[in-house]
């Protein structure tokens, strides 16, 4: 058992309609007893393609300890059986989301029992990364969303950028309940954890906080769930290897509760990172920065 990121149904909010399931191409749910369920720890990869079908909100990723994913299991009993277009979904849902390491093995899979494979013109075992984003414009199902997406060096400047100038972000998703730590884009970054205001109330937010960083928003006042965040965090610091983390807050009182979390996650840790903490006025202006 491990702990990572899975799926769990709230059976109350749930009205077993089974919108879900054509959106979960591993074969972890089914509709029993007139509720979705997940059946299999091993078949769920924890990317939440299913979360956009639930029209009641009944679904959420959640981190608990968890059998590990095995993609070579979920080709195998769910994925090659349902054809060609089953398999081009499945491989094109893995690289929308950055998953490299489950993609190569699903290529693995694929060579192992002689399977044509739908995308080889389109991905190769050998240029995953490069050709993710090409994926992304032939998605079939999923939640855009909630869709990981690397842009890579774009924004990575040092200079600020001017009025006009492009986008210093790095990455997709970026609010807190729906990045991965696993995300390809945290391992080594310096991490922003930005408050959600402060984007804001800061004219120059880009050029100032986000340049060469991953990023990551929350608000600490109206989100809910809490824990998760401490226990995404604790594990983008032992699994992303994070180098840095730079916590973005506002001056009003409720926002100090984003230091708080910080802190719980580097108790939990293995790993220490240095943390700065930035304080911004409600006019924008940064009231301090240092490192705590």
């Not at 696993?182 to 109330?201: E, I, K, M, N």
Request: charged share 20%; hydrophobic share 40%; proline share 4%.
């Amino acid at each position: 058992m491990i702990k990572r990121e899975i799926i769990t149904i709230d059976e109350n909010r749930c009205s077993g309609c089974g919108d879900c399931i054509p959106g979960c191409l591993e074969g972890a749910l089914q509709v029993i007893d007139g509720k979705a369920r997940l059946i299999s720890d091993l078949f769920c990869d924890g990317l939440g393609a299913c979360l956009g079908h639930c029209p009641t909100g009944a679904m959420k990723i959640e981190t608990r300890e968890a059998e590990p994913y095995n993609e070579k299991r979920v080709m195998h009993e769910s994925i090659v059986h349902g054809g060609s277009n089953v398999i081009a979904a499945h491989l094109r849902h893995l690289a929308d989301h950055g998953q490299s390491v489950f993609l190569q093995q699903a290529f693995e899979y694929l060579e192992e029992y002689s399977i044509a494979n739908p995308l080889k013109n389109e991905t190769s075992a050998t240029t995953v990364d490069q050709n993710a984003h090409t994926a992304h414009h032939h998605h079939e199902g999923g939640c855009p969303g909630s869709r990981m997406m690397d842009f890579g060096e774009k924004g990575s400047s040092s200079v600020a950028p001017s009025v006009g100038a492009g986008s210093a972000l790095r990455q997709w998703p970026i609010q807190l309940h729906l990045v991965s730590p696993q995300a390809p884009y945290f391992h080594g970054s310096d991490l922003l954890l930005a408050a959600d205001c402060t984007a804001f109330a800061v004219g120059e937010f880009h050029g100032l906080f986000m340049r060469g960083k991953s990023l990551a928003i929350a608000c600490p006042k109206l989100d809910s769930d809490m824990g998760i965040y401490v226990e995404k965090l604790t594990a983008m610091i032992d699994m992303g290897c994070l180098n840095t983390i730079t916590v973005a807050i506002m001056e009003v009182p409720c926002c100090g509760g984003l230091m708080s979390i910080v802190a719980e996650a580097l108790r939990n840790a293995q790993r220490k990172v240095p943390v700065k903490k930035m304080v911004v006025s409600l006019q924008g202006q940064i009231l301090s920065e240092e490192w705590v």
